[in-house]
């Protein structure tokens, strides 16, 4: 049993490259979540989907794009690498409702230089 | 103001005695509330859920108030293991629609020496 899980674990890009960033989960979870973690920011939501074909905007969006074409999977873009997005970046899945917590993937520690 | 907030510590706390810590969170509207543990360079687990009534799971306790809003863990004889950062947790939306969003504080760190 897998959870979730998160491809590359490790990235560095040059400004301006681009990137995806795979998430898959094995738990059949309606929900999925993209973070990002800075140290003295905490954990912030950039992108979410409540479902297959869903996607929705997040606390810190700008610079990501993501799709959910299969249910088990949540890929998550960056069109033009900047280095404030320098950053370890943890998708998350839950089921529906709002007393189920989250199941987080490794991370992916990314360095845009 | 942030939604979520606790202090960032660090706890450092001698192997075998008991450490607390509060978070406090702005949306009354709130419904669910966690406890994460996340280790250094490792991604947030789910420590345990937080109830009304308060809750126990071994040697930690967790209590929710609401009428101040905040909740608090508190952690018994202390284990070398308990060194971690604690993330509060709270739900930001019950609307299907929203999915189900969590507001996560900064965390506490906690620090346990022998």
Same mark, same amino acid.
């Given at each position: *049993?897998?959870?979730?899980?998160?491809?590359? /674990?490790?990235?560095?890009?040059?400004?301006?490259?681009?990137?995806?960033?795979?998430?898959?989960?094995?738990?059949?979870?309606?929900?999925? !979540?993209?973070?990002?973690?800075?140290?003295?920011?905490?954990?912030?939501?950039?992108?979410?989907?409540?479902?297959?074909?869903?996607?929705?905007?997040?606390?810190?969006?700008?610079?990501?794009?993501?799709?959910?074409? /299969? /249910?088990?999977?949540?890929?998550?873009?960056?069109?033009?690498?900047?280095?404030?997005?320098?950053?370890?970046?943890?998708?998350?899945?839950?089921?529906?409702?709002? !007393?189920?917590?989250?199941?987080?993937?490794?991370?992916?520690?990314?360095?845009?230089? | 103001?942030?939604?979520?907030?606790?202090?960032?510590?660090?706890? *450092?706390?001698? $192997?075998?005695?008991?450490?607390?810590?509060?978070?406090?969170?702005?949306?009354?509207?709130?419904?669910?509330?966690?406890?994460?543990?996340?280790?250094?360079?490792? $991604?947030?687990?789910?420590?345990?859920?937080?109830?009304?009534?308060? *809750? $126990?799971?071994?040697?930690?306790?967790?209590?929710?108030?609401?009428?101040?809003?905040?909740?608090?863990?508190?952690?018994?004889?202390?284990?070398?293991?308990?060194?971690?950062?604690?993330?509060?947790?709270?739900? $930001?939306?019950?609307?299907?629609?929203?999915? *189900?969003?969590?507001?996560?504080?900064?965390?506490?760190?906690?620090?346990?020496?022998?």
């Amino acid at each position: *049993n897998a959870g979730v899980t998160q491809t590359p /674990k490790f990235r560095v890009l040059k400004t301006g490259q681009s990137m995806t960033l795979l998430c898959a989960q094995d738990m059949n979870h309606e929900y999925m !979540y993209w973070y990002r973690q800075d140290p003295g920011m905490g954990l912030r939501l950039i992108h979410y989907s409540v479902g297959e074909g869903t996607t929705a905007k997040g606390e810190v969006p700008d610079g990501y794009n993501v799709s959910r074409l /299969k /249910k088990q999977n949540f890929l998550l873009g960056l069109e033009s690498a900047a280095p404030s997005q320098t950053s370890v970046y943890f998708c998350a899945s839950s089921r529906t409702g709002e !007393y189920y917590g989250y199941t987080f993937g490794s991370g992916t520690r990314l360095t845009v230089v | 103001r942030k939604e979520v907030e606790q202090d960032p510590g660090p706890f *450092n706390v001698p $192997e075998g005695a008991t450490v607390a810590f509060n978070c406090t969170y702005s949306n009354s509207a709130s419904q669910s509330f966690f406890w994460y543990r996340q280790d250094c360079r490792k $991604e947030p687990k789910l420590l345990m859920s937080v109830y009304s009534s308060g *809750n $126990e799971d071994g040697r930690f306790t967790a209590q929710l108030n609401r009428a101040s809003q905040y909740i608090s863990l508190l952690i018994r004889d202390s284990k070398l293991s308990d060194s971690a950062t604690y993330l509060c947790v709270v739900s $930001e939306s019950m609307i299907k629609a929203a999915g *189900n969003k969590l507001t996560f504080g900064g965390g506490t760190r906690v620090l346990v020496k022998p």
